[in-house]
């Protein structure tokens, strides 16, 4: 499956960004659905996660509250509505997929920027 973020960009602190990543190539709704992210200097970090039906959600301590992971099957595509942005939010954030069956993140988008000021 290939993956393709966007939505990133620059937004003040206390402020929202939505971010997409649509689906192609396999059957969408067969994956479950995560983000990740990354900042400069840092390792990448799980933030959210959801099921192939949508049913179940995850989140990371320092996200819950303040992000939504959702998805549209129909559209293929799943979102990650960030609101109470702050700067410690800017990273590169990243799309990623697997089966349900599978352990590890097999398929990943090429991430999108997101920046935070204060």
């Known amino acids: 499956v290939q993956l393709q973020a966007c939505g990133g960009g620059l937004v003040q602190a206390g402020g929202s960004l939505r971010l997409a990543c649509a689906a192609s190539?396999?059957?969408?709704?067969?994956?479950?659905m995560a983000w990740f992210r990354q900042a400069p200097g840092k390792e990448r970090e799980f933030v959210a996660a959801?099921?192939?039906?949508?049913?179940?959600?995850y989140y990371a301590d320092s996200v819950k509250g303040r992000f939504t992971i959702s998805r549209d099957n129909a559209k293929n595509t799943v979102y990650l509505q960030m609101n109470s942005l702050k700067p410690e939010d800017t990273a590169v954030y990243y799309c990623?997929?697997?089966?349900?069956?599978?352990?590890?993140?097999?398929?990943w988008g090429q991430g999108t920027q997101v920046t935070v000021s204060s």
């Open positions: 190539g396999r059957s969408f709704s067969n994956f479950n």
């Open positions: 990623a997929a697997k089966e349900p069956s599978d352990v590890d993140w097999a398929y």
């Open positions: 959801i099921s192939w039906r949508g049913g179940s959600t």
